[in-house]
């Protein structure tokens, strides 16, 4: 199936997939930013997942977040930015997992947002329903 091929999303759909895109996009936009400055609570908690409480290493990953979030939020690059951000948030996992953190509220946390990211570009994007037909 082309692109061309792809069958039309109703306005319901496209709605519901700009709305979920815009959830990922307010998350990331305020992960990103708290790590600018960075704050004390971001270095603080680095230094508890097992990262180096360095102001230098949070900037870079919140430099890496916002970069990813802005190709995600732009129609022409947006399939980019999701893999990016589906490999930040594969980091994210990470971390998690090798700290020993409650499953379902702290190590899939994101696993959820990828859902939603993924779901959202999903509902927006045809050339993403032509890459994963859900339905024929």
Known sequence: ?????????????LWTGRV??????LFMIFDGAIKLPPLDIVTQTMSELGWPADANVARVLGVIGLVST??????????????LLTGYMGG?????????SPLFSHTLF?????IILWGGLYLRDPRVRALIPLSR
């Open 70 to 83: 802005v190709l995600y939020a732009l129609p022409r690059t947006s399939v980019l930015g999701a893999i």
């Open 92 to 100: 994210a996992i990470a971390t998690h997992v090798r700290i020993g």
């Open 1 to 13: 199936m082309s692109i061309s091929e792809t069958a039309p999303v109703s306005s319901g759909a």
């Open 110 to 114: 994101g696993v959820y947002l990828g």
């Open 20 to 25: 979920l895109s815009g959830v990922i996009v």
